[in-house]
């Protein structure tokens, strides 16, 4: 058994370590005040103070933390009211909890002893930079949810939501969604694109991905190449190609010319998703088969497929994603008749600014996340069924 000793940091360390993190804060709330560098400011010397207090005069971690707790959730309650409350005590919990974690040097705790100084800097710094990129791109997501219960037909906070007033709160966008002929029309629309155009980008997919897999396979990094372009041409583009060649075809502005574009657009994800599985694929089974008789077509079905199934899965989970939240190509190929869920938010936000777009993106958004999270479950199946990952 492995004991690691922490030993304590001088303030001089600790003190000026949690102003940074106090300065964070106080930028968000400063901006938020029209004043950034002030709340700049005061956020690092009150947490940096907080910080030299609470390590070098009174070390009652305990108490100290329950203080900061009640003293953040008192003052975001002044600044701000109950919204400002709840922030504040988050932030009073994080911070009181920081303090200590700096101070009593448990942040070396789950690192190796021989670790210098300037390695944990970078050990943390990268940590704090993935946080501060993560929060950049969620922020926008988590901002849209609440929103979406807004009584008012605004696009902003009200006062009676940063109160928290039940008045301020209400599902009118969602039985709007529920009840509006367009909005109903451009979803079912989309439900019935996507899971045709996925069934497409899953045949194709996946049979190119086979085929493209055996390495006696002419120019077949060239022909990847061509294959996955969808994923690097820029998306204006292979929508304007899409209407030339689609238009000359007489499948512009059809059912069908939307499917096949969107399926053009999901079959590299297959493609990515199933190579990636058939590189830990042992051949001599699909031998082992031949010689017991079995036909490419058995073979296949009862033998490579189960094996690949989660890979093929994933990739047909992307590919609906991809068909059920794309605008540009349909807006250049579909036409009225094939008005899908995001054209139709795309038009909402246009021209009508119907503020039930935020009930629909916060749908897709939780409708995102659990096919994600399908995802990330096959993915480890998969891995656990080649031998790459423990059971």
Request: charged content about 10%; overall charge positive.
């Given at each position: ?112 002893p021989y670790t210098t100084a300037q390695q944990v800097f970078y050990h943390f ?213 094939q008005k899908t869920l995001p054209w139709q938010m795309f038009t909402g936000l ?42």
């Open positions: 058994m492995t004991i690691t000793i922490t030993e304590p940091k001088p303030i001089t360390f600790a003190a000026p370590v949690a102003g940074l993190a106090g300065a964070f804060a106080g930028l968000l709330v400063g901006t938020a005040h029209d004043n950034p560098l002030l709340g700049l400011a005061i956020g690092f010397v009150l947490t940096a103070a907080l910080a030299f207090v609470w390590l070098g005069v009174f070390r009652h971690e305990r108490i100290a933390r329950w203080v900061t707790f009640i003293a953040a959730g008192t003052g975001g309650y002044l600044l701000a009211g109950a919204m400002g409350a709840l922030i504040g005590l988050l932030f009073g919990w994080l911070i009181g909890w920081f303090i200590f974690w700096l101070g009593e040097g448990r942040y070396r705790a789950k690192l190796p710094a990268f940590r704090v930079l993935c946080g501060l990129i993560f929060f950049f791109l969620i922020t926008p997501i988590v901002v849209v949810m609440p929103l979406s219960f807004n009584a008012e037909n605004f696009f902003t906070f009200t006062p009676e939501m940063l109160r928290l007033d039940p008045a301020g709160y209400s599902l009118k966008h969602y039985k709007d969604f529920f009840t509006n002929d367009d909005w109903q029309q451009a979803m079912w629309n989309s439900i019935s694109i996507a899971p045709v155009a996925t069934m497409l980008s899953v045949g194709f997919g996946t049979l190119a991905a086979i085929g493209l897999s055996d390495e006696h396979v002419p120019f077949r990094r060239a022909i990847m190449t061509i294959l996955i372009s969808p994923m690097i041409v820029p998306l204006i583009i292979s929508a304007a190609g899409m209407y030339f060649f689609y238009s000359r075809l007489g499948l512009q502005g059809t059912y069908w010319g939307v499917v096949l574009a969107h399926a053009a657009l999901g079959i590299p994800f297959v493609i990515i998703t199933v190579t990636a599985t058939l590189v830990g694929f042992d051949r001599s089974l699909t031998r082992a088969a031949a010689n017991m008789g079995a036909n490419p077509v058995t073979t296949f079905f009862r033998v490579q497929m189960p094996l690949i199934l989660p890979g093929v899965i994933s990739g047909g989970l992307f590919a609906f994603i991809t068909s059920f939240d794309e605008v540009v190509v349909v807006l250049f190929v579909g036409s009225a008749g246009r021209e009508q600014i119907s503020p039930t777009i935020l009930a629909v993106a916060t749908m897709l958004v939780i409708i995102s996340i659990m096919l994600l999270t399908t995802v990330e479950m096959l993915r480890r199946r998969s891995e656990r069924l080649r031998g790459l990952s423990p059971g």
